[in-house]
């Protein structure tokens, strides 16, 4: 017999570049009732692919883990210092390189030939998923170190971290999750002063 798995209210969503971090959040929010924030919308961007300066994206982080209830779809290593102490659960997505960047290149695609509107109202062109700081480069660049962080996450017993090795798995552990009444006090203060160990770096393009 399956059993619910509850979820605290403060929850950050990470993962390697392309492995769905935005959908799982949204999906998290549907089943738990927290509030979604997207990073890529509320921190970093803004219209003409202009980024958001490194304080205010630091002010406006603090003022969000403030609040007793969010859940956010990444969490940059400018920031991390700060978001990381008042996160309640970390879900990582650590998939194979194929899952991720196979949905990467798909993904980046159709948002080229739709013209849909991304990080703040930014447009993904065909030139720029060429260029040398498109997302399909940050990919590679990234990908080795993203997973090194979740792994010493998930060797440190103090970080809550509910690691998801594939999509299926991800779908799985979904269908469990309920919503926490704010009861679930295991969760609570347990990650403090783990900055992580990645430089002071982000894409040029969004991160989802």
């Not at 290593?77 to 798909?106: F, M, Q, T």
């Amino acid at each position: 017999m399956a059993f619910a798995t509850p979820v605290p209210g403060r929850v950050v969503v990470y993962g390697v570049t392309g492995s769905g971090k935005s959908t799982l959040a949204r999906k998290l929010a549907e089943r738990t009732g927290l509030p979604c924030h997207s990073v890529d919308d509320d921190l970093a961007w803004q219209p003409g692919w202009v980024p958001v300066p490194g304080d205010e994206q630091r002010r406006r982080i603090a003022a969000l883990v403030a609040e007793e209830r969010w859940i956010i779809d990444g969490m940059f290593a400018k920031w991390r210092d700060i978001a990381l102490p008042r996160a309640e659960l970390i879900v990582a997505l650590d998939y194979p390189r194929w899952v991720s960047l196979s949905r990467l290149v798909r993904r980046t695609v159709v948002r080229c030939v739709t013209r849909r509107r991304i990080c703040n109202g930014n447009v993904e062109t065909l030139r720029g998923m060429l260029s040398g700081d498109s997302i399909i480069v940050w990919h590679f660049r990234s990908f080795a170190r993203k997973r090194r962080t979740i792994r010493g996450w998930v060797a440190d017993p103090a970080v809550p971290v509910v690691r998801l090795t594939s999509p299926r798995e991800t779908k799985r552990w979904l269908a469990l999750v309920s919503g926490n009444d704010g009861s679930n006090r295991h969760y609570h203060s347990r990650v403090r002063g783990l900055s992580g160990a990645e430089p002071p770096q982000e894409s040029s393009r969004g991160s989802c």
